[in-house]
């Protein structure tokens, strides 16, 4: 027992004479979040489209048009670009813009003499999400100008002189469209019904860039890290150090557990600070940092006893680093680590969460949620420890019986 | 407090070791002398218990060290060929580790760290890590780390291998001191004068077997006090050998095209007949050697083979 804290203690010196060795398992996952923090920013993800619109109209309506899609949310999506229609043609047929809209000269007057018009709106293919907002707010300002037309249509015509309207007329009409609106308002305010509105959140739409992926840039330092000391292993074979042990009465096991505790520790505290870093730096929502850091502890030591078992079958210290990598690179991949699940195809992110680190985030990310209690936690933590101590002994199976030979 | 009878370790075809037997007292060193790939250090890991061996049995200090294994090596300390140590740690870490792997604890240790400091001459650079050390200071610390625990039994598998003079002299005599202090030292090397210089009694290994075994004294009264002549150059072997079997008291140790080995007393008196005998066979030497009766004489004679090669 004694020996087992003497191998912690000798763990944590070499960390320390070396800190950059274990650090540097750590640049890829902080190189991949700092770029995808720079491309989508702190908050949540608002995909941003241009709209073309060749306006030949160029007359009240059609600018009132355009001034729809410059106001929130459409604004915030959205940047409106005049452009001249055969320009604007080649533009969206080379893929340049999410959508072409063509108003057409004389939309003013149709619109007010309430006679068929017609809008063009060319979608870009290739974009799937901003030209169907582009068509369905279209779709919705036509319905919304029906009406209008209906209600205050006499009023508008006023305007339709081809000159622009003196301000004695503007006040008249606006006076004129006042009272319609007071006439109204008893259909209007109140509502003649009630709506109530439920929101079903769908997490995976609406989480922030930092809930979505900091999670799998985090179970990405653990992979790596976890592979870079269970390679450890083969550098005390090769220094000579596991065969100067093998003859002392020094017990195995406990050099052996003395691993696991200095791995697990080191585990925990890349969790605190990486967990308090994210929280403060990202704004990564965590419910509760104790049960967060936990189960990054137990995941990360579990996920280094699976690569120091595959370590410790490997013939050589070389095969040992290609066995580790091909484990760990494509469990990194399917698992969610480089890319969340939710960017992945259903397919591939249904295969994806049945892996080790695709369960072991899942996890992680209800527990920062809050959407875990504490009985399922520790149903989690429960299995993990089980499959840990197989994987343990299955190690010192393998240290015993002449890995070091 | 070293018995080793007929020990014998196969790996799949191969046989290292091959019905080894000796015994090592308290005090003594005990060399095992053979070059590399005789089995010396298979040898040391049956001992030590690293390795189990395919038949025989090994006790040390009484304890058998396959059945009795942590009792066994309680009592040993070895110090292995490659350097085993901590390189990005400090020597006091390194010792402190190697202590504490041992069963030892403070302030006893830390007593025994300055001691075996001092002794290998470390003392001034306790906190620097390892991988600053020259290759001789290395090969101390690594010895300092073997005999933390004051062993009686103490394993050296070639533990000067590669290093300078000074340091040299400084772990041969350190070896003594251990055997002075009621040590029983096994020192395998392959180097002829150390083991020479330094062990009580040696055994020769080849090809995993003990080919000769004895005091210093003993081995080399098995030449019969011959000289060792090497000759090279140009020779029709069977011709060569035909022609010298009349001089008296030559023993034609090898022959080949390029160089013929002989045993022979008063080598230097009889040169000019050997010559002429040669030259008479057709034979023609181009340089000559003559090695006065050694260890590696009579390894040549027991193996027809140079130690080194």
Redesign the interface.
Known sequence: M??LW?SVR?DW??VR??PFSLASSLAIPLILAVMMSLVFGRGQAVPQGRLLVADEDDSLASNLLLGAFNRDPLGKMLVVEKVAQAGGRARINRGDGSALLIIPAGFQEAFLRNRPFQLQLFTNPAQRILPQIVQQSLSIMVDGAFYVEHVAGDQLRAFDTGHAPPDDLIASVSVSINHLAASLRRYLRPPAMDLETEVVADPGESKSFAATFLPSMIFMGLLFIANSMALDIWKERL???L????????PLGAFLAGRLIFVASVFALMALVGLAAARGLAGLPVASMPAAVMWLTFAGTALFLMVLVVALAAATARAANVMGNLIVFPLAMIGGCFFPFEWMPSWMARIGRLTPNGWAIIQFQAILSGEIDARKLAVAVAGLTAVSVVMFLVALRRLRSGF?? | MIEVAQLRKSFGELTAVDGVSFTAGRGEIFGLLGPNGAGKTTIISCISGLVTPSSGHVRVDGHDAVRDGPAARRVLGVVPQEISLYEDLSAVENLAYWGGAQGMRQPALGERMRTVLELTGLEDRTREPVKRFSGGMKRRLNFACGIIHEPKVLLLDEPTVGVDPQSRVRLLELVRAQARDGACVLYTTHYMEEAASLCDRLAIVDHGRIIAAGTLAELRAMLAERDLLRLSGSFQAEAAKAALAHIDGIEVLQADAELLILALPEASRRLPAIFAALAAAGSEVRGTTLTQPSLESLFIKLTGKELRE
């Open positions: 004694r020996f003497i000798k010196s070499r004479r070396d220094m000579g150090t065969r100067r042990l093998a003859v002392s009465p020094a070091m030979i």
